[in-house]
Every structure is written in structure tokens, then in C-alpha cells.
């Protein structure tokens, strides 16, 4: 039975983001001063409706949001071959999907170095456990249940929840761990490893059968914007560090680092930080290191005069050819069809990187440009840019290489 694969989602409620070190960031100043001006505009363009589809995700709790998005991919009319879904089956070609595996990417916000001038001035605690806690509660939920909605036109739709089978379900969930070393003392991370990682043997079928426990975890998200340095000059900090690789590397955890210039970003080194050239150290001393570079490497804000904007696209398609487990995935990135002729162009000018790429849609983040889970999906499913192989490669075979032993 064949799997599609999400190798790059999120699944987080309005209680896990840290809000504060967000706006800390901004000129809250000039965003309010803008408001009159700008309110008008975010109608006009239809942003109003995109942030309002966004939060009624994010307002649900984990396991109604894998609910809901399980509902949405089963009533899709698509039926047809090379469409989205055929009674709970995927197309892409002529190859079926029973499955599809997302791998939620959990993000430690504790970031601490906000100095606040206001009366509560203790830096907001955000402790990852309890947004993992969250999170596998969620997907036992989702696990235990199935949704029905009764939906009458003009109406709020009416939601009731019945027992179902886990090996019915469409989605198995494969979360990564949020981990920031710079929170954590040497001896913290020795612990979590080994909470979550001490039985960790890289096969499908142990995660499926662990899947809502803590040994069910299929990797670690790394996030540089959020303050972690993936080669800190800090003697500590570089202890820290290259116990996290050692570790992984000989175990074969997978890894995923934020390598774009956007997202969440709150402290000042992010570009620094987030740059693919500094992992180069890394896996010149762990070459074994598995690990994905999201995003591609993608630089969307104002080039400078010195530096292009595929600086660093350039810089991951350099370390997927040096290092045979670099990997990077292309989420949030391919929302219009065009996208998909420009990597079949990459594919064709970089050989060997059709084996080195992986499909993701950093859901629900990607809702802030498209309406939908399976308008996304969609997209990459009725491509004629890419060859049967290559789709069948960037969804299936190279995310599974990529997961498991």
C-alpha cells in the first residue's frame, strides 16, 4: 500500500506561538498607525477572508484540526485519475495512494531574550513539552475518531464525533520535536534525547505502532529565526550542539532546519543563523548527518547590490550534491503551476536532485496564500511539468528514504 507523504506541516493552536517575541520584532507603532489605511486594502485583495480561514483552524484544538482536514480530503469531488482523491484513495498518474503520512514539525518558542518594558516583564514561558503534550493528545483524538458534519445552507454547520479505527484512517501523523539547544543546558538535551529517542530504531512500522506516544516521534525540527545557531562559536553552546549531531547522525534521526528568509523570525542573527552556508562545518564533521533544508533555500525579501537572491538555493543544491543525506523540500512555496516549471527546469539543470527533493506544504502557515489544504495539493496533483517518475519520487520515495531506515 502506497503512502503520499507530507514531509513539512504544522500543527499548532493560538496557546504554542510566542506572540509576544513575534511582535517585539515589528513597529507596532506604525502597523496601528497604518490600520485606516491599510484595512481597506487587506479586503480589496482578499486577505481579510485568508487570515479568517487561518484562524478557524488555528482555534480548534489538535485533534478536531486533523479532523477537519481529514473531512475536507474526503469530500473532495475529485474522482478522476491525476486528480486529488478517488473514495480515500490519492492520484498522481497512474499510481494510488491509500495513505497520507504528515509529519507534524513542532517549533520550540521558548525563546527567552525579550527584554519587556512593561509590568509583567519575565519572559512569557513557553515550555515545548506542553505543546507536544498537546500535540499527541491530538492525534490519539484523531486516532480514536471520526467527524461528521451536517451542513444545511445558511446555516452553522453541525459537528459530532463517532469511534473509528485507526487503521482506517487516512492520515498516519509523524511528528518531528521542536528543539532550540540555546534553552536547554547539555545535560537538558542529554535527557530529552533520551526521553524521546532512546528506542529510536528509524522503522515505518515501530513509529506506526508508537504513534501518540512519545516514542512515536520521526525526527527534530530545528527553527534558526528563533535563536538557534547550527555552529555557535560559544564554547557551551558548541558542546550543545555537537552532541545533538552526534547523536543524531549515528542514530539516523532525521533532521529539519527553516532555511528561508522568512517565517518567524525574533532574534538579530536570524540571517545569519538561517543561512545554508552554515551548516557547511556541520556536515563537513557529521557527512552522515540526515537532514532537509525547508524551504529550499528561498530569499523572497529586497536583494541587496552584493548578494543575489538564489544565494542560498545555490548553496542547498551545493550541500544535497556534497552529502549523500541532505535533502530539501519545497513547501510553501508552490502555489500556482509556474512554480512547478521552474523545478522541473532545477531538476533538469541539477542531476541527481530529483532524489534529493520532497514535497511539503507547511500547512497551516500556506493558508495565508491559498484557501485550502487540498487547493494546494491539487496544484502539485494536475502539474504536467513534472514526469510520473518525478512526482512519484518527490511525494513518496524520497520522503520515505528520507523518514525511515
Given at each position: 500500500?502506497?503512502?503520499?507523504?507530507?514531509?513539512?506541516?504544522?500543527?499548532?493552536?493560538?496557546?504554542?506561538?510566542?506572540?509576544?517575541?513575534?511582535?517585539?520584532?515589528?513597529?507596532?507603532?506604525?502597523?496601528?498607525?497604518?490600520?485606516?489605511?491599510?484595512?481597506?486594502?487587506?479586503?480589496?485583495?482578499?486577505?481579510?477572508?485568508?487570515?479568517?480561514?487561518?484562524?478557524?483552524?488555528?482555534?480548534?484544538?489538535?485533534?478536531?484540526?486533523?479532523?477537519?482536514?481529514?473531512?475536507?480530503?474526503?469530500?473532495?469531488?475529485?474522482?478522476?485519475?491525476?486528480?486529488?482523491?478517488?473514495?480515500?484513495?490519492?492520484?498522481?498518474?497512474?499510481?494510488?495512494?491509500?495513505?497520507?503520512?504528515?509529519?507534524?514539525?513542532?517549533?520550540?518558542?521558548?525563546?527567552?531574550?525579550?527584554?519587556?518594558?512593561?509590568?509583567?516583564?519575565?519572559?512569557?514561558?513557553?515550555?515545548?513539552?506542553?505543546?507536544?503534550?498537546?500535540?499527541?493528545?491530538?492525534?490519539?483524538?484523531?486516532?480514536?475518531?471520526?467527524?461528521?458534519?451536517?451542513?444545511?445552507?445558511?446555516?452553522?454547520?453541525?459537528?459530532?464525533?463517532?469511534?473509528?479505527?485507526?487503521?482506517?484512517?487516512?492520515?498516519?501523523?509523524?511528528?518531528?520535536?521542536?528543539?532550540?539547544?540555546?534553552?536547554?543546558?547539555?545535560?537538558?538535551?542529554?535527557?530529552?534525547?533520551?526521553?524521546?529517542?532512546?528506542?529510536?530504531?528509524?522503522?515505518?512500522?515501530?513509529?506506526?505502532?508508537?504513534?501518540?506516544?512519545?516514542?512515536?516521534?520521526?525526527?527534530?525540527?530545528?527553527?534558526?529565526?528563533?535563536?538557534?545557531?547550527?555552529?555557535?562559536?560559544?564554547?557551551?553552546?558548541?558542546?550543545?550542539?555537537?552532541?545533538?549531531?552526534?547523536?543524531?547522525?549515528?542514530?539516523?534521526?532525521?533532521?529539519?532546519?527553516?532555511?528561508?528568509?522568512?517565517?518567524?523570525?525574533?532574534?538579530?542573527?536570524?540571517?545569519?543563523?538561517?543561512?545554508?552556508?552554515?551548516?557547511?562545518?556541520?556536515?563537513?564533521?557529521?557527512?552522515?548527518?540526515?537532514?532537509?533544508?525547508?524551504?529550499?533555500?528561498?530569499?523572497?525579501?529586497?536583494?541587496?547590490i552584493l548578494f543575489s537572491k538564489s544565494a542560498w538555493q545555490d548553496?542547498?543544491?551545493?550541500?544535497?550534491?556534497?552529502?549523500?543525506?541532505?535533502?530539501?523540500?519545497?513547501?510553501?512555496?508552490?502555489?500556482?503551476?509556474?512554480?512547478?516549471?521552474?523545478?522541473?527546469?532545477?531538476?533538469?539543470?541539477?542531476?541527481?536532485?530529483?532524489?534529493?527533493?520532497?514535497?511539503?506544504?507547511?500547512?497551516?502557515?500556506?493558508?495565508?496564500?491559498?484557501?485550502?489544504?487540498?487547493?494546494?495539493?491539487?496544484?502539485?496533483?494536475?502539474?504536467?511539468?513534472?514526469?510520473?517518475?518525478?512526482?512519484?519520487?518527490?511525494?513518496?520515495?524520497?520522503?520515505?528514504?528520507?523518514?525511515?531506515?
Open positions: 500500500m502506497k503512502t503520499f507523504y507530507d514531509i513539512h506541516f504544522h500543527a499548532f493552536n493560538l496557546s504554542h506561538p510566542n506572540l509576544l517575541a513575534f511582535i517585539s520584532r515589528m513597529n507596532l507603532h506604525l502597523l496601528l498607525m497604518t490600520t485606516p489605511v491599510s484595512a481597506p486594502m487587506m479586503g480589496l485583495f482578499g486577505w481579510d477572508k485568508k487570515i479568517k480561514n487561518l484562524l478557524t483552524m488555528v482555534e480548534n484544538d489538535i485533534g478536531n484540526y486533523f479532523l477537519i482536514l481529514e473531512y475536507y480530503l474526503r469530500k473532495s469531488p475529485h474522482v478522476r485519475v491525476n486528480y486529488l482523491m478517488s473514495g480515500d484513495s490519492q492520484y498522481v498518474r497512474e499510481d494510488t495512494y491509500h495513505k497520507i503520512a504528515l509529519c507534524p514539525l513542532i517549533m520550540d518558542f521558548g525563546y527567552k531574550n525579550i527584554l519587556s518594558n512593561t509590568f509583567y516583564r519575565v519572559p512569557a514561558q513557553k515550555p515545548v513539552a506542553e505543546q507536544t503534550t498537546d500535540l499527541l493528545n491530538g492525534i490519539n483524538f484523531y486516532n480514536r475518531n471520526d467527524l461528521r458534519v451536517i451542513e444545511s445552507p445558511g446555516k452553522i454547520p453541525r459537528v459530532t464525533h463517532a469511534r473509528a479505527d485507526k487503521k482506517e484512517k487516512l492520515c498516519e501523523i509523524y511528528p518531528f520535536l521542536g528543539l532550540n539547544t540555546a534553552n536547554y543546558t547539555l545535560s537538558g538535551i542529554i535527557k530529552l534525547l533520551d526521553e524521546y529517542f532512546c528506542d529510536y530504531d528509524g522503522k515505518r512500522a515501530t513509529a506506526y505502532e508508537n504513534m501518540g506516544s512519545k516514542q512515536g516521534f520521526a525526527g527534530i525540527k530545528l527553527y534558526p529565526p528563533l535563536g538557534f545557531d547550527p555552529w555557535p562559536e560559544n564554547k557551551t553552546e558548541k558542546q550543545k550542539t555537537d552532541y545533538l549531531y552526534s547523536y543524531c547522525e549515528k542514530k539516523q534521526i532525521p533532521l529539519t532546519t527553516h532555511c528561508s528568509d522568512g517565517g518567524f523570525a525574533v532574534c538579530d542573527e536570524t540571517a545569519t543563523y538561517t543561512n545554508p552556508a552554515r551548516w557547511r562545518k556541520v556536515l563537513e564533521h557529521y557527512p552522515q548527518l540526515k537532514i532537509n533544508f525547508a524551504h529550499m533555500g528561498k530569499q523572497s525579501k529586497k536583494k541587496f548553496e542547498v543544491l551545493a550541500l544535497l550534491k556534497d552529502y549523500p543525506n541532505a535533502y530539501t523540500d519545497f513547501s510553501c512555496a508552490a502555489f500556482e503551476d509556474k512554480f512547478y516549471r521552474s523545478l522541473a527546469r532545477l531538476i533538469q539543470d541539477n542531476p541527481g536532485t530529483a532524489r534529493k527533493i520532497l514535497f511539503g506544504t507547511d500547512f497551516m502557515i500556506n493558508l495565508l496564500w491559498c484557501g485550502s489544504y487540498n487547493e494546494y495539493l491539487e496544484v502539485f496533483l494536475k502539474t504536467k511539468n513534472l514526469a510520473s517518475e518525478d512526482k512519484q519520487a518527490l511525494c513518496s520515495d524520497n520522503p520515505a528514504r528520507f523518514l525511515w531506515q
